[in-house]
């Protein structure tokens, strides 16, 4: 049924009709929507399951954890400073092959605090062995979490949904909410691999000597090749019962393209606007759409980029010291490609500023004038005069 | 109420690798004796996740699910939020955690577990001290103990943080103290313990730690019992945060229990003397709450 | 049509995950010690003349076993109501308890298992070692003089061993002592009469109205093998003072008495001069029949040999006590006799038997109008030929015995040799005397003292027939249980269980028993408190506290050694130090 749905409530509503049964989780703008709402179905009944109101978000991972190894279909969200404060428990919850489902609204670290979107705080999860698929839009978002669920529980492996803060979690758009029937036929109910028994004792994630540890995060790397392939039979199924699919990436216009951006999140959505006017403008453009981060989709990349002339990734986030962190990735993924175009790397939209049909013009002008790139990251947008405007330390 | 019945099955196995006259170990063996096949272990790192075998072995009859340092309230709860929608109430969730992960960095969870009333038995093991990672302080070390972050003339100058009376201000069923040296009094609270379904049941009990402690390990059971026998640790329960009882009189000096071991052999009679004040004024306290 | 059937893969799952138990971790050699069950002795059972197993017979006792506790009484002393009721009870004044509040009432406890024993008639045929000597011992035949303690005691040793014994009895009526000597207000005859009894169930024969010759000696050797002679002092000796012959001899006058051929006539006012049991037994009597007996006695009344208990009980009943003062001369004096004495003094020196001397005090002195003058100064063999051979080759000193090997072994016991006169000694005295026998038929006179020497409880002198026979007791640990090793965390303070006792007002007109036995809930509280010092009680406290599991729990327990380590808390959580720590044999 169709319904106008805030982005946070796409998330609740997919969950809810997902049948979890045990949601852990601690308040955090702005994420507070998706939990409100799945406290709400617990007390009136509409969902069956626990609602354990945690005094942390640590807590609320170690809850998780634990209901999944009971045997429970497992959810939580965070965002920003609780995703971080999880940073340990994200390993432990993957080491542990637990298939766990997780929203997480991409909200900016600080000090200082800023509550809006970013990327930073998810992609500094990304060696946690999470999978983490980004969302453009409330459809998608609602889809995916489903998805994520039986992809979890087939590979057993934690899986985070991505979704921007505010521009995706507080935006309200029409949503094709499914029928449960349809839904309960897409998602069996949850056959844990994993689970503890009185009938049958034994011990879980007890030390792991050196003769044995290599092996166990090898067969996680494993897990994690299977990933990709076994979306994609996902996404068919799905496509088959509710008539929608993805891809772990979305190339738009890139057979014959010169210029291709890359970007993740609503910023693509604004992207294909901005693609399909300077393709009027008859200019050799085109977009991928990143959703699957972890596992990062080398040999979908490698094709879909293999033929360009230049790449400009954008990227709403940094890793200090280094690069944007999608750039990077996508370096890596080309650097043995015999088809290896220049990454242009482009750092915008942090910490809430708008990622304008402007600004991605501006991009696409600034990978057009240039050979090669002017510098490894190129900052746009920023105001220097703010810079120059605090207060000299030393003058005080 | 088979409180008087002494449980003779043991579901522990040997070979497990706790140091030679482990308090712990005695520690366990009386509560699963107690507590029974239908239990599940929640063990957060602590000496205990080491004794509990490294993979691919166990020393347990029963599943146990080890998880991260801080997490045992939590992860406690979160499976029996699964065991719960399973339909299953029979299974009992018991956290074994040391007074690291109780005390200190494990409180807040088991602070928010026992705010929200989480039926489970919390069990805090003390050796007074990290022991497994080599015998550094923890806010359960007693006041006065030297330990390797408290060397030397730096020995410990803060009181030992009196958990139960914090749990108990969280107004939950039962709280109580246990020691290994009283195993019908132990085995009767674990019983009590997990006859008593639907909120946070806790239980402290003193543990010895030979290689800690710096005693003979022949001593382990000796040494414990004075502790209770010199009011230096009481053995009492608190029902509802407020109805005190006390289970035994002690009436020996604090002295006679602290110089059988190393790790005080550095105080003086001032020292003991000071020390004495204070188990006096504690246990005066604790009788005063005992007639309220 | 469900998602799960379409799309199946094989996924990579290898985590931490349990699959087999620590068992594999065979911890035991981590050990630089080594515990071990080790049962010791106990001090009442070392100082206890018959070497009973006390604290063994204690801790079947506390457990309702009566019958195994009366078993395993009557493998070291065949007359368990009579002790119960006329031994000294020195185990009572070693008893680790009095440390603790008040030693236990091993006396109390005996009597009330043997009177069990006596009321439910326990069967003793299952207690004859009758493989000991697979099987050819019951050939053999012992004569046995006297039925008195050592006498019966012999036979019964000689018959648990599988030999068969005639006993030959002067009297009418067997048990010596027991039954002629002692009141039937401490011992009565029907007591008696059933303990010595039950000897008859097996190869033994009593003859009473038997008075033994030397002629019969000479001629045994044709019917016996050995002959063992326990006459005991049946003469008594006298004061050596003028009038001596107007004196009446207490031990006769308590033999009449128990035999009702006492004339009771109105003594009134009556001297017994002595300070043993006998003269207690003899005013205690006299007051019983109406008499107003004064004791006097030649030293202090806390000098007394007589047991303190006895020396109380007579003056409640209203026994006079004189002290410090001698029999100098009877005289006939109106109607009656009229006594003088000698004061006596304490001289400050100790004699040659370690008491203090007492002289005569100058030339004070009393004079005494009694009815009856009686003496109880003590005893000797009745005939000539009861009295040792002198010193040759062929004898041989044991401490309790006297064996004197000729062609007919013939072995002297009770009384005439054992270095303290009482029921238990001479219950010891037979013990040994049926281990040397023994000892003599199969191994030969010169093993005889190795052997039982092999018997002795702990370090003391008492010997063990359960350790000659290589029972459960043989390999006990003679290390004497202190009551520092006792654990005593285990064990609060209780009361000790005192009989119902007569008062005095009700126990001078009759004959009847002055104290009661403890009844069952008595007993059972009484021997709760027992220590059981040395001995494994079944407490479970080694398999309760054993951190590595290592100890099974089974009747016999047993350390399992494969994943001991060794760390000792079983030893010392032993509330009766029935284990030991060693060191381990790297």
Known sequence: MREVLEGSHAVSEAVRLAKVQVISAYPITPQTHIVEALAQFCAEGSMDARFICVESEHSAMAAVIGASTGGARTFTATSSHGLALMHELLHWASGARLPIVMAEVNRALGPGWNIWMDQSDSLAQRDTGWIQLYCEDGQEVMDTTLQAFRLAEIVNLPVMVVLDAFFLSHTYEPVDVPEQELVDRFLPPFVPKIRLDTNNPFALYQMAPPSVYMEMRHDIQMAMEQVEPLFKEIEDEFGSIFGRKYGAADGVDCEDADIILVLAGTAASTCRQVISELRERGEKVGMVKLKMFRPFPKALFRSLLGNAKKVAVIDRNYSFGATGIFAQEIRAALYNHTNRPPVFGYITGLGGRDVTPEILEEIFKMTKERVTPEAESVWVGLNKHLNEMQPDPDKQ | MTYNIMPQKDLMYSGHVGCPGCGASIAMKFALRALGEKTIMVIPACCWAIIAGPHPQTSLKVPILHTAFETAGAASSGLRAALDMQGDRETTIVAWAGDGGTFDIGFQALSGAAERNEDFIYVCYDNEAYMNTGVQRSSSTPFGARTTTTPGQGWKQRRKKNIVEALAAHRIPYAATASIAFPEDMIRKFQKAREMKGGTRFIHVYATCPTGWRVPTEMCIKIARLAVQTNFFPLYEVEEGIRYTINHKGNRQVKEYMSTQGRFKHLNDDDYAQIQQMVDADWDLLGRKAKM | MSSEQTISRKIPLYISRSEITTEVNKTGSWRFARPGYDEKTAPCSRICPAGEDIARIEMLASRGLFQNAWETILLENPLPAVCGRVCFHTCESACNRQELDQSLAIHQVERFIGDMAIREAFPVSELVQRDYRNNSTSEKRIAVVGAGPAGVAAAWFLALMGYGCDIFEAEDEPGGVLRWG?????????????????????????????????????????????????????????????????????????????????????????????????????????????????????????????????????????????????????????????????????????????????????????????????????????????????????????????????????????????????????????????????????????????????????????????????????????????????????????????????????????????????????????????????????????????????????????????????????????????????????
């Open chain 3, 182 to 586: 002692i009141p039937a207000y401490r011992l009565p005859a029907n007591i008696l009469q059933n303990e010595i009894s039950r000897i008859k169930k097996l190869d033994v024969n009593i003859c009473c109205n038997s008075k033994i010759t030397e002629t019969f000696i000479e001629n045994a050797k044709e019917k016996y093998d050995a002959v063992f002679i326990g006459c005991g002092y049946g003469r008594s000796f006298t004061m050596g003072i003028a009038g001596e012959h107007m004196a009446s001899d207490g031990l006769s006058f308590l033999r009449d008495l128990r035999k009702q051929t006492e004339a009771c006539a109105n003594y009134s006012k009556c001297a017994v001069i002595g300070g043993g049991n006998t003269a207690i037994d003899v005013a205690r009597s006299l007051v019983r029949i109406g008499a107003s007996p004064v004791l006097i006695y030649r030293r202090r009344q806390q000098d007394m040999p007589a047991f303190t208990h006895e020396v109380e009980m007579a003056l409640e009943e209203g026994v006079q006590f004189v002290e410090l003062f001698t029999p100098v001369s009877i005289e006939e004096n109106k109607g009656g006799y009229l006594l003088k004495l000698q004061k006596m003094k304490m001289a400050g020196i100790k004699g040659r038997d370690g008491r203090e001397r007492v002289v005569p005090d100058g030339n004070n002195g009393d004079t005494m109008q009694v009815s009856r003058v009686f003496t109880a100064i003590g005893a000797e063999p009745e005939e000539p030929w009861y009295n040792l051979p002198e010193e040759n080759e062929e004898l041989l000193r044991l401490s309790h015995c006297v064996f004197w090997n000729q062609e007919l072994p013939v072995i002297f016991g009770g009384d005439l040799t054992t270095p303290r006169k009482s029921v238990a000694d001479a219950i010891a005295s037979g013990k040994q005397a049926a281990m040397a026998l023994d000892t003599l038929f199969y191994e030969g006179a010169d093993a005889i003292e190795g052997r039982i020497n092999g018997c002795r409880v702990g370090t003391g002198s008492a010997l063990s027939m359960e350790v000659y026979l290589a029972g459960q007791r043989k390999g006990r640990n003679p290390h004497t249980v202190l009551f520092q090793e006792i654990n005593i965390d285990y064990f609060l303070p209780a009361q000790r269980q005192s009989p119902l006792t007569a008062p005095p007002e009700r126990r001078v007109d009759n004959f009847d028993e002055v104290e009661q036995t403890l009844d069952e809930e008595s007993v059972t509280a009484e021997t709760l408190r027992c220590f059981n010092c040395g001995i494994c009680n079944d407490c479970d406290n080694c398999r309760l506290f054993c951190p590595e599991v290592a100890i099974a729990p089974d009747k016999k327990r047993s350390i399992n050694l494969d994943y001991c380590k060794g760390c000792g808390i079983c030893v010392v959580e032993c509330p009766r130090n029935a284990m030991s720590l060693e060191e381990e044999k790297i």
